[in-house]
């Protein structure tokens, strides 16, 4: 009698076969987006961590008041990257006429591409892709909060891209019945810590992170010029050429939609990794936990808005601001998020954990999730009333780019919010650490202040 045993294959490959269609999503296909590892021109994303925490708000619970503060929307290029990396690639590149660039399968673009970016482009113009974007961020802010009142005031720096990002978010919140105001703070270099942009009138804040980011700079772009080199013999690329052509992807892509510098055909995927480990180099020490007046600088915006927030009665449900990426990063720190060194106790420091001649991928300060255009970090006052397992109370629970992080001892609420009374400990706790603007920054003027009132009375 033949045997209706069959071989374990044939099993296994029925069960594969006849599995329910969810489980492919168990085993998704590799996908890599260099959109999402652009450091400082990464677009806006919702980044989601190893261990993700729902960003609803917790059961039982109740947003009763919130504030934001956000950098400003997509610009087509900053300053900087324009003089320093984009446009002498520019420059070299129109002025270059012995590579046949068609004949090249990885650049064969660069025979007919015309960037949006021209050598007499006007610079740090907020997008028409940063404004949609703004206004696309209200929309979700307002359906996130519909118990919270739109605020009738929104604050932003003084330069236009900051403004206009501000302008576009109004009116993604304003009704016909209900204007907002936003309100344009002065940032200037002796206002002290009342304003968005206090690190500017701090003369102890300096940005080292371009240069100590260099040696990794330039490991990582060894192999890219050698590679192009090989493509393209005559031109003979530089470092300034690649982070050229790579800030291009990020800049055109806030312009236009895309890019094909983003190619992976022509930056794989280490590549674009290795950018990305430069920028988080760059900017841990320039607004993280590798510039040591980053708490200092950052302490009194957190301080005054979590009072704003504690308060009993307050003019806002809503308070929200606009600046640049230096502020909210410096407040992550003040709160002791995403801090490379929390885990290691008295042994490696900052050194040791970004290190200059390989990439750490266990890190916590990634750029690219911390501050992409429109990088927001959000604190919210939460009231709550039968929350299982939790103490009915007033609770605080901050989110950068939509993603809760759980604040270091203090997390012991709902959703890994902080209790009340260990936020007030919080508070203590930093004020002794980061108190003390004007004497940290060891300002040479008159007026200082160490405390921000802009959000009570301005000007």
């Not at 619970?61 to 900087?80: E, K, Y």
């Not at 470092?239 to 800030?247: K, N, P, S």
Request: one cysteine or more.
């Amino acid at each position: 009698m033949p045997s209706l045993r069959q071989p374990t294959s044939f099993w296994l490959f029925s069960l594969l076969y006849l599995a329910p269609h969810s489980w492919a999503a168990l085993y998704p296909d590799y996908d890599f987006n260099p959109l999402r590892h652009l450091g400082r021109v990464s677009p806006y994303f919702e980044p989601r961590d190893v261990q993700p925490t729902s960003p609803n708000t917790p059961q039982g619970c109740t947003v009763t008041r919130a504030a934001m503060i956000s950098r400003h929307g997509a610009i087509n290029v900053n300053d900087d990257d324009f003089a320093d990396w984009i446009e002498p690639f520019l420059s070299k590149f129109q002025n270059h006429t012995e590579t046949d660039w068609a004949s090249i399968p990885a650049m064969s673009f660069l025979a007919t591409h015309k960037s949006p970016i021209t050598l007499d482009t006007e610079v740090e113009m907020l997008t028409r892709i940063g404004r949609i974007e703004a206004i696309d961020l209200a929309n979700r802010f307002a359906i996130r909060y519909p118990t919270l009142k739109a605020p009738s005031k929104i604050w932003a720096s003084s330069p236009a891209r900051t403004f206009d990002t501000a302008q576009a978010f109004a009116q993604g919140l304003e009704t016909e019945d209900h204007p907002i105001e936003v309100i344009r703070v002065n940032e200037g270099s002796h206002d002290g810590a009342n304003n968005l942009v206090p690190y500017q009138a701090c003369p102890e804040y300096r940005e080292e992170g371009i240069r100590i980011a260099t040696p990794y700079r330039e490991l990582f772009t060894k192999p890219i010029k050698a590679r192009f080199d090989a493509m393209a013999p005559a031109y003979n690329f530089t470092t300034a050429d690649v982070v050229g052509m790579m800030l291009l992807c990020g800049y055109e892509s806030a312009i236009q939609g895309d890019s094909p510098f983003c190619s992976l055909d022509l930056f794989p995927r280490d590549d674009w990794l290795g950018w990305e480990y430069t920028d988080d180099i760059r900017y841990n020490y320039d607004v993280g936990y590798g510039n040591y007046v980053s708490g200092p600088v950052g302490f009194p915006w957190v301080n005054a808005t979590a009072r704003l927030l504690m308060a009993e009665t307050a003019d806002e449900d809503a308070y929200v601001s606009f600046t640049h990426r230096t502020l909210p990063s410096m407040a992550l720190v003040v709160l002791g998020l995403f801090n490379n060194t929390a885990f290691v106790g008295s042994g490696p420091g900052v050194n040791e954990s970004l290190p200059l001649d390989r990439v750490n991928p266990h890190r916590a300060w990634r750029t690219s999730n911390i501050s992409p255009d429109l990088g927001n970090v959000v604190i919210e006052k939460l009231a709550c009333a039968g929350s299982h397992g939790f103490d009915d109370g007033e609770y605080y629970r901050v989110l950068v780019n939509n993603a809760p992080q759980a604040i270091p001892g203090c997390a012991q609420g709902p959703g890994a919010s902080c209790p009340r009374s260990g936020f007030e400990d919080l508070l203590k706790e930093k004020e002794e650490l980061y108190y003390g603007y004007s004497k940290w920054c060891q300002v040479d003027y008159d007026n200082s202040t160490d405390i921000v009132t802009f959000y009570d009375h301005y000007p």
